[in-house]
């Protein structure tokens, strides 16, 4: 096999704000897997107030950047549709806040590059969770109850920043919520287009840090709205 069939991976990282921890996110994520071709960081500074876009560029990732704040969502679609025109074979979404394992990035990637699934969602109640409040636990098995009874779609956590997307996949999930119900929206798209898609264990952690900045589990009611909008407003297929 010759280096330019291997599979080219776009670790797409949505930042806001994140000056103090952005330089130790980025210098954790591996720059190169065995097995491919290349392994490129994305770096989508959402309108940062802060030294966020500066500090990524000191690690020599690649950088876009939105002029505003958009929301996690845009910021997303911003890093998707940069691995769409760049012909990537696959993606992984890996938030800026250092709570993902980035030993786990291989592990997501490995279902979606063997061809069996389009997406690979992390999954932190199969696998081990770190500091999490258990208001936050409550909130999220109400995410999965509400996941499952409008998008019908059975998962074992929702809104879980770290997950794998084939190239296949990215051409179906386009995202159209910019803020936090992006995540609900992608599992919605999952199931309407009826993707194949697994979830692998991954390992959460819950810092000071994150969970200072994190979100406030009253957002979660103003998800549950606005996704019930984007139900009445999406059509079947
Ligand atoms: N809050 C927020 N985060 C954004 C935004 N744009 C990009 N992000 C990034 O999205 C990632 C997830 O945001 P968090 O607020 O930590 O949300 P979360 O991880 O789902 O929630 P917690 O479990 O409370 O940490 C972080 O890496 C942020 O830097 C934005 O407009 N607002
Ligand atoms: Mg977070």
């Not at 599979?7 to 952005?22: D, F, S, T």
């Not at 993902?100 to 969770?129: M, Q």
């Not at 009253?218 to 909008?229: C, D, F, Q, T």
């Amino acid at each position: 096999m010759t280096t330019k069939s291997l599979p080219r991976v776009a670790v797409i990282v949505a930042a806001y704000n994140e000056e103090k921890v952005i330089a130790e996110t980025l210098s954790v994520v591996p720059k190169q897997l065995p097995g491919l071709a290349d392994l490129d960081v994305v770096l989508v500074d959402d309108g940062s107030r802060d030294a966020t876009l500066e500090n990524a560029r000191a690690c020599g990732v690649i950088t876009l950047h939105h002029s505003i704040n958009r929301g996690q969502g845009a910021a997303l679609e911003t890093g998707f549709e940069y691995a769409r025109r760049h012909h990537y074979d696959a993606v992984v979404t890996y938030d800026a806040d250092g709570q993902h394992n980035p030993d786990e990035i291989k592990d997501l990637l490995k279902p979606v590059l063997s061809g069996e699934y389009d997406v690979a969602l992390g999954s932190r109640f199969i696998g081990e969770t770190q500091g999490m409040s258990s208001s936050r636990k409550l909130i999220i098995r109400g995410g999965i109850l509400f996941t499952r009874l409008i998008s019908r779609i059975r998962v074992s956590d929702t809104h879980n920043g770290f997950r794998a997307l084939s190239s296949a996949a990215l051409q179906q999930v386009r995202l159209r919520e910019d803020r936090m119900e992006h995540a609900s929206e992608i599992l919605d798209i999952i199931a309407r287009k009826n993707l194949r898609f697994t979830e692998v264990p991954v390992t959460i952690t819950y810092t000071d840090y994150s969970m200072q900045k994190g979100q406030r589990n009253s957002n979660a009611l103003k998800i549950a709205l606005n996704m019930l909008m984007y139900k009445l407003t999406t059509s079947k297929r």
